[in-house]
């Protein structure tokens, strides 16, 4: 099968460098797929599920906000955070998820209440993907 380059780094470091077959995500006007020979694109990323097909397996991950270029066949995913599933700490996650609620409804003005809700869907998010079959 057909594939590009893909490279998900963060400040964290680099997530993921090689050859995928396909990447689904969530960009701030709703999912985009990136098959080999896509259209040139960049494009703002918000929270949401990352799909992956390597190899012809699936690999799920949580990105959190960023930016997707995408030009020939090279395809780069800078996300401002990113987990795989697997790197998911259930426990953690929840624990985060209620804290991050807590700080939702004591936010007082605006830029709080514009963050704690980030910061809320990030949690939600890595709570779902992580309890997903």
């Not at 380059?5 to 077959?21: C, T």
């Not at 259209?39 to 990323?45: G, H, P, R």
């Not at 397996?57 to 930016?67: A, D, P, T, Y």
Request: aromatic fraction near 6%; charged fraction near 30%; glycine fraction near 6%.
């Amino acid at each position: 099968m057909a594939t590009f380059n893909l490279k998900i780094f963060s400040p964290y470091g680099v997530h993921y460098e090689g050859a995928a077959e396909a990447i689904t995500l969530r960009t701030v006007t709703g999912d985009v797929s990136i098959w080999p020979n896509h259209s040139n694109t960049v494009t703002a990323l918000d929270v949401g599920r990352c799909t992956v097909v390597i190899d012809g397996e699936k690999r799920i991950g949580v990105c959190n906000r960023g930016l997707l270029n995408v030009t020939k066949n090279d395809v780069q995913v800078l996300a401002a955070t990113f987990e795989w599933k697997e790197d998911i700490d259930l426990e953690r996650a929840q624990q985060q998820l209620e804290r991050r609620k807590k700080e939702l409804a004591d936010a007082k003005d605006e830029k709080s209440i514009a963050r704690a809700k980030i910061r809320v869907k990030r949690e939600l998010m890595r709570v779902q993907v992580k309890t997903e079959n």
